[in-house]
């Protein structure tokens, strides 16, 4: 049974950043999608930032290139995500999630309905 526990969520001001990471326990395989998602008050679970360990691709929500990154610590079995110039549209509760049987392309579009493990999420709030 896979495991996600995410922390690093919290308060901060337009212009600051913050990072997240998520422990994952309880997988096999060398080739899996994890990514992180989120979701504001009345709007759809959007992805955020994947990435594919069977090549080390990494796709990114629009919104987010060039002040979003997301990294895979394998040593310690972690999946983080580096939040810089934040502004108050990245409020939102950020959840890791994993699947091993997604392909890369499926790995890159995103659709949180296709990730079978999810975290219970964390809170990033962002004050202008």
């Known amino acids: 049974q896979v495991q996600l526990v995410e922390s690093g969520g919290g308060s901060v001001q337009a212009g600051g950043s913050l990072r997240l990471s998520c422990a994952a326990s309880?997988?096999?395989?060398?080739?899996?999608?994890m990514g992180w998602f989120r979701q504001a008050p009345g709007k759809e679970r959007e992805g955020v930032a994947r990435?594919?360990?069977?090549?080390?691709?990494?796709y990114y929500a629009d919104s987010v290139k060039g002040r979003f990154t997301i990294s895979r610590d394998n040593a310690k079995n972690t999946l983080n995500l580096q939040m810089n110039s934040l502004n108050a549209e990245d409020t939102a509760m950020y959840y890791c999630?994993?699947?091993?049987?997604?392909?890369?392309?499926?790995?890159?579009?995103?659709?949180?309905?296709?990730?079978?493990?999810w975290g219970q999420g964390t809170q990033v709030t962002v004050s202008s």
């Open positions: 999630a994993a699947d091993p049987g997604l392909a890369a392309d499926s790995c890159g579009a995103g659709i949180w309905y296709l990730f079978d493990y």
């Open positions: 309880g997988y096999t395989g060398s080739s899996y999608c």
């Open positions: 990435i594919y360990t069977g090549g080390g691709s990494s």
